[in-house]
């Protein structure tokens, strides 16, 4: 049972990937980082005496990690804490969430904050940026130009480009951008390869892979013909998405009959 200012790694991995999850800081020495370059998902890094470095822009609830939860989060989140802030140390650290075989995404992909990519998405355009949101780096922008824009853009503004023909993050054989952005940020969950074939199959138009990509598109379909401003239909697309990923992590199996005492 966790201690006092403490979160177990089950409690924090019910919260990770939804708009509760806490912010999590990675405290571990370097050695730590180079024997095993992993992060737990959004996490951020920063050294064990300068925890504040890493605060998020607002304010919110504020888990540290070490390699084991010891020496270096506890004095790191006691330091937060006499700066006013919430902070909880995460019970086992580093260590118990990789014996517990939770999702990590690959550090290297962390310090990727500018994106770029088509105006006017759909599916691929909007479920990326959640994706890199909820589980990779919550600081990051989007910028949507004209397709024939993005390349330049990319190179001026030193953004990433994705969802475009060429480029790393982009469909590969008959899969999607999603499922390359998983691949490539070394993340690996039940429920983002549960969403992650939904999402092929509305964004590549074969919705026979999975009952629920029909409903996505029209939805998807609906969201751009709503909104003129692409960043705004992009809010409006974290709603949808927080919800197919808390479908796909706890609901899969439930159903809905009307009436309820319908003979079977």
Known sequence: MPGPDEISVQQLARLIGTPDQPHIID???QEDH??????????????????ETALPAAPQPIAVTCYKGGKFAQGAAALLR?????????????????????????????????WVTRHRPKVDRIACPWLIRRFVNPQAKFLYVAPAAVP?????????????????????????????????????SDALARMALVIRAADT??????PQAAGLLAISVGLSRQFRDDLAQ??????LYDALYRWARDGVDEGHDWPANRPQ
């Open 27 to 29: 405290v571990r020495p």
């Open 34 to 51: 180079d024997a095993d370059p992993f992060l737990m998902p959004a996490a951020t890094v920063a050294h064990f005496l300068t925890p």
């Open 82 to 114: 006499n700066m006013g802030h919430k902070a909880e140390v995460i019970e086992g650290g580093w260590h118990a969430w990789r014996a517990a075989n939770l999702p990590v995404v690959n550090r290297k992909c962390r310090d990727q904050t500018l």
């Open 152 to 188: 330049e853009v990319a190179a001026k503004f030193n953004a990433v480009p994705f969802d475009i023909e060429g480029v790393a993050y982009s469909h590969v054989g008959d899969t999607c951008t999603f499922d390359t952005m998983l691949t490539l940020f070394g993340l690996q």
């Open 205 to 210: 138009d074969r919705h026979s892979l999975a």
């Open 234 to 239: 992009l809010d409006a697309g974290m709603i």
